[in-house]
T-cell receptor
Framework: DSGVTQTPKHLITATGQRVTLRCSPR?????VYWYQQSLDQGLQFLIQ???????AKGNILERFSAQQFPDLHSELNLSSLELGDSALYFC???????????????FGPGTRLLVL | TQLLEQSPQFLSIQEGENLTVYCNSS?????LQWYRQEPGEGPVLLVT?????EVKKLKRLTFQFGDARKDSSLHITAAQPGDTGLYLC????????????FGTGTQLKVEL
């Protein structure tokens, strides 16, 4: 158990819909990262938040957005869903921004999204 | 786009065999990490290497960082069924900020 929690574990929805994935970081961790894992693209970094502010952006689509709240939990919003958005979405957390290249990112168990 | 290529993509071996997984890029890493992921779970960090030529050992696992910091390898000695999983290398590229780029992955299966 990494200490990172993600809900829901599974999500099935239809094309065109909007969903929200939720992540609670480990106690004390200020940074939250979102990743997408699919068979064809592998594990890809989407976005990072540190203490409520966006700090790094990866290959995140414009239809996707995220935020980190004052209690440090984070939500990833996916809208106008397409079949190709079906994937595992992981959240990870780390203690601070001071040294992400040396820090351990602790991954949650993921949310499996299926778009039909 | 910076790419991390891993080889082999799939590996099925018998218990007790040795194996090596490779991670290669045309770009320079400022640091590189290796993760293992099991079905239904998120990746778990095994090691971080920073210095070119660095070698780190974790029980039966040996990690090596290339001198030019463009490649890395993971060697497992006397593999056990518990080593089964998806092995991922991931790197912070020089000039890439805090974006962690993951490799294509190596699926390892160790059979009795």
């Amino acid at each position: 158990d990494s200490g990172v929690t993600q809900t829901p574990k599974h999500l099935i929805t239809a094309t065109g819909q909007r969903v929200t994935l939720r992540c609670s970081p480990r106690s004390g961790d200020l940074s939250v990262y979102w990743y997408q894992q699919s068979l064809d693209q592998g594990l890809q970094f989407l976005i990072q938040y540190y203490n409520g502010e966006e700090r790094a952006k990866g290959n995140i689509l414009e239809r996707f957005s995220a935020q980190q709240f004052p209690d440090l939990h984070s939500e990833l919003n996916l809208s106008s869903l397409e079949l190709g958005d079906s994937a595992l979405y992981f959240c990870a957390s780390s203690p601070s921004l001071a040294g992400p290249r040396m820090e351990t990112q602790y991954f949650g168990p993921g949310t499996r999204l299926l778009v039909l | 786009t910076q790419l991390l290529e891993q080889s082999p993509q799939f590996l099925s071996i018998q218990e007790g065999e040795n194996l090596t997984v490779y991670c290669n890029s045309s770009s320079v890493f400022s640091s590189l990490q290796w993760y293992r992921q099991e079905p239904g779970e998120g990746p778990v960090l095994l090691v971080t290497v920073v210095t070119g030529g660095e070698v780190k050992k974790l029980k039966r696992l040996t990690f090596q960082f290339g001198d030019a910091r463009k490649d890395s390898s993971l060697h497992i000695t006397a593999a056990q069924p518990g080593d089964t999983g998806l092995y991922l290398c991931a790197g912070f590229f020089t000039g890439g900020g805090n974006k962690l780029t993951f490799g294509t992955g190596t699926q390892l299966k160790v059979e009795l």
